[in-house]
């Protein structure tokens, strides 16, 4: 159980100290549709979830940085350095290091920590703990060290430490509403521009994201190709990014293309014009226009980008068939991790049934379920009584 005290405690008890650390709280995220969107410069529309990870942290009077990290009983040190050196084992400690490679990159002084981390967002479950890590703890080494924090900024130095340091390709989606998340709103946002809407998610329905326990190993490489294929698309339309290809166009000059890049390029070109469509369904609390344009992302998914696999369509398929559910898709990468439902309060439990009676015998796994509200993005947390 993730206590604000037993959190100090082992921050005590591991660096023999009775000083009261300070906190901090990044969210993980669930995307409720716009999906690999975000690395064409499209429209994406996540919500912060209320699972997060936990940083509680003192400076130094040096430039060293001592991590323990709770949920792996592991330890990292280094030293605060633009050469710090990449790791092969421990490599939830890429992130933190990575995180004071990219903002000393960015020109800022940092000062050494002593830190916990710990959290209850699911690993490898798609729903964004590694950028959680990353802004909680670039949240903490700005604020140890008193810098200002601009929060676009946080978000593109995590990008740029899982792009350039972690060795993984993705887009601003995660990192961006880890930083930028709002209380009870979804946020459309436009990943080119950086800028983005409030969008209030209706009191009526819930948020269900369920996990399907399948994780692949090869997601990274995966998820690699399938931006160097948006990347071929966009260079054949002379554009710079598949965000400038309306639909129209799109039909009319695909045939020249491979046809597996042109089903790549129809999944992002169709779900942008979604994402919006999505967007405006929510301003007038359309929840069953949204619900529908969900379930069509996701066969665009499954067919064209082919990111879903047998588990995520059944829990999809479980989740159609179960009345008050107004749509389902996978979320995140894909290839494994989570769908996300959006059903009415009173399908909640139906729905909760439906899955335990059928995906464990049909799938050999069990999907640990989570009714999410949406929160806010990363923060100090107050200790109000240590
Ligand atoms: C991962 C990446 C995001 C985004 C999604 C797919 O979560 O980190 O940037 O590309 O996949 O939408």
Redesign the pocket.
Known sequence: MLTLSSIIETFQLKFKTSATPYLFQAPGRV?LI??????NDGF?LPTAIDRHVLVAALPRPDNSVNIYASNFDRWDRFEISPTVDHLLENTWANYIRGMSWSLLGNGHRLRGMDMTVTGNIPIGA?L?SS?AIEIAVGFAFLQVSGVEINRRLLALAA?KA?NEFVG?R??????FISCLGQKDHALLIDCRELSYQRLPLPAHAAVIIVDSGVYRGLTDMA?NTRRNECETAAAHFGVKALRDVTVEQFQAQHHALLPVVARRARHVITENHRTLAAAAALKKSDVSTFGQLMTDSHRSLKEDFEVSCPELDLLVDIALNTDGVYGARLT???FGGCIVALADHNASQPFIRAINKHYPHKSGKTAPIYICKASQGVSPVEVLDP
């Open positions: 995307n716009g999906e690999h969107t975000d690395y994406v798609g964004s950028a990008q899982e993984m993705c887009g601003i989606m995660d990192q998820y995140g990468a894909g």
